[in-house]
């Protein structure tokens, strides 16, 4: 099995990153040709332009974000086109990601073992509870969204997919925190700066202590939209998986709106979590 | 300015005279990157893309540091998380109607009967959309016209993309409908898996006949169906053969298009 999860050493922390932003972007030092890398930087930084909520850009909208000179961004652009990053539409005059971006996330996804290994117990949690069943891997300092399976439900959760999260808020980022041990956590809030998204966020080291000690005793997490940008729509329970040696390499979570998590469906899912995450922790020993 | 990019040849970057040639390197080693080979060692990637070491280290760690690429510090790379977030970006932006119209034109032209793009929500089957026979006699339908999942071709290939476990939890959510027969829904989901498309003449209507095919999303998934639905009388063994070969191809077709690859 590939190792898929990477734990970043309290020291070194910088490695693993969200994808920086402008300011923050620096080229590689001393390696190679500094013009060459530099290049590759920027086009990296316009593949990064563009998110869930700017999908579709023109070029002078990209220069704006960037602050490059057109004809710079025009030639990473064609080139970006041309390999199938981004894709062109001459009919408006706005770029979009371009189908590379499928093809990359289908070949990274499949190369993760753990996703396809979780597969069937994803599915049997979405059948049981006909909620959202999301995968998580913990990344250094951030948890992922990793892999979803869909309730068929009208109303559902849209959830975003390879977005970074802070692991003090959300409960499959709860997950991976309660895992650590005290001095792993002291470290990480010695040196994680706390944002509060909503006003459910939990934005002091006692508060996140406390549902550490919480996590560990229940071994489930459940919390109340503590990453949503809009505060209080939706709900999760979630669990670790843990490897046939008990060390937690991902989570589970099952996430639906609130008002659908009522006490005897939040017992269901806590239930169907709970046995398809020790089925997973059977079949990786098996593997 | 912009429009000289649509002028430029996808397939010869070489030639694209604006061309950045550090940029086309770094997708090309990206792109070595596949199902078979999720790892690659840094002596690996510089022998398949032909970039002398040193210069392809500064793109990697440039990739690095933007999450397209992990190192994973034992001198191997793998894909970066950025690219499931891009993938879900484009994902969620694809408009199924739009690479799906010209496909059910080129259908109707060929056999002129009507041609129904149709998706699951819930437990219900969908239209989204149609492109409708020009013959006086033909089958028509709205957009959003909806019926239960386990009648009608399109329902039945939507169902073959159902676990056991889930056509069992809709039939149990279902259990109450009138005059439902279970046991040929199982044999018609059990077919379609086999055969890849369902054929349905005169059950949900006496008139109607369809033939169904799935239409899948780059992760394989079953997303929506495409059906060539005629009137029954029309509907003999010749006509039947050239919808399903007609539809088959018609639904990989969009499936490719949604980034599908089998």
């Not at chain 1, 922390?13 to 390696?31: D, E, I, N, R, V």
């Not at chain 1, 025009?74 to 371009?98: E, K, M, S």
């Not at chain 2, 912009?2 to 002028?7: D, F, G, K, M, N």
């Amino acid at each position: 099995m590939t190792a898929f999860i990477k734990p970043v050493p309290a020291d070194k922390t910088s490695s693993g990153k969200p994808a920086p932003t402008a300011a923050q972007a620096k080229p590689a030092q001393g390696k190679t040709d500094s013009k060459l890398v530099r290049v590759v930087d920027r086009a990296a930084r316009i593949m990064d332009c563009f998110s869930r909520s700017t999908p579709d850009l023109s070029l002078p909208q990209i220069c704006a974000r960037l602050e490059l000179p057109k004809a710079t961004v025009f030639r990473i652009l064609t080139t970006l086109v041309d390999q199938g990053w981004l894709a062109y539409n001459p009919a408006t005059a706005v770029y979009t990601l371009g189908f590379a971006a499928l093809r990359h996330a289908d070949s990274l996804l499949r190369g993760l073992d753990i996703r396809s290994q979780a597969r069937p117990f994803m599915r049997a949690i979405r059948d049981a509870v006909n909620e959202t069943v999301i995968l998580s891997l913990r990344d250094g300092d951030d948890r992922i969204n990793v892999d979803s399976m869909d309730s068929g439900q009208a109303i559902s959760q849209t959830l975003q997919l390879g977005v970074r999260a802070p692991l003090y808020t959300g409960a499959a980022s709860q997950v991976f925190l309660a895992a650590m041990d005290d001095a792993e956590v002291e470290a990480y809030l010695a040196r994680v700066d706390l944002v509060g998204y909503n006003p459910a966020t939990l934005t002091t080291p006692d508060a996140i202590r406390a549902r550490v000690a919480q996590v560990r005793a229940q071994g489930y997490v459940r919390t109340l939209g503590e990453f949503t940008v809009s505060a209080s729509q939706t709900a999760a329970i979630a669990v670790p998986v843990r490897d046939p040696s008990g060390k937690v390499v991902a989570a589970l979570h099952v996430s639906g709106p609130q008002s659908r998590m009522t006490e005897e469906m939040e017992q269901a899912c806590r239930e169907a979590l709970l046995r398809e995450s020790a089925a997973l922790t059977a079949a990786l020993a098996g593997s | 300015m912009a429009s000289s990019a649509s002028q430029t040849s996808p397939s010869a970057a070489g030639e694209n005279r604006y061309a950045v040639e550090a940029v086309t390197r770094a997708a090309r080693v990206l792109a070595l990157f596949d199902r078979a080979r999720p790892r690659q060692s840094l002596a690996e990637l510089a022998e398949h893309s032909g970039v002398p070491k040193l210069t392809l280290r500064g793109i990697l760690d440039t990739l690095a540091a933007h999450d397209l690429l992990v190192d994973e510090g034992d001198g191997h790379y793998r894909l970066g998380y950025a690219w499931l977030r891009f993938g879900d970006v484009r994902r969620n932006q694809l408009d199924i109607r739009e690479g799906a119209v010209p496909i059910m034109r080129a259908i109707r032209d060929a056999v002129n009967e009507t041609v129904i793009l149709s998706l699951r929500i819930g437990d219900r089957r969908v239209h989204l959309d149609y492109v409708e026979s020009t013959q006086p006699i033909r089958r028509i339908t709205q957009p959003g016209h909806e019926g239960p999942l386990h009648v009608g071709a399109a329902g039945v290939v939507l169902m073959s993309g159902m676990s056991e476990a889930e056509v069992a939890a809709y039939r149990a959510r279902n259990h109450g409908q009138d005059g439902a027969d279970w046991d040929a829904m199982a044999r018609a989901i059990a077919d379609a898996r086999r055969d890849g498309y369902a054929v349905v003449a005169g059950k949900v209507n006496v008139h109607t006949a369809a033939v169904a095919a799935p239409v899948r999303s780059y992760s394989g998934e079953i997303i929506a169906t495409l059906t060539i639905s005629c009137p029954t009388d029309r509907f003999t063994d010749e006509l039947r053969d050239r919808c399903v070969a007609l539809v088959t191809e018609g639904a990989a077709k969009l499936s490719n298009a949604l980034g599908y690859a089998p």
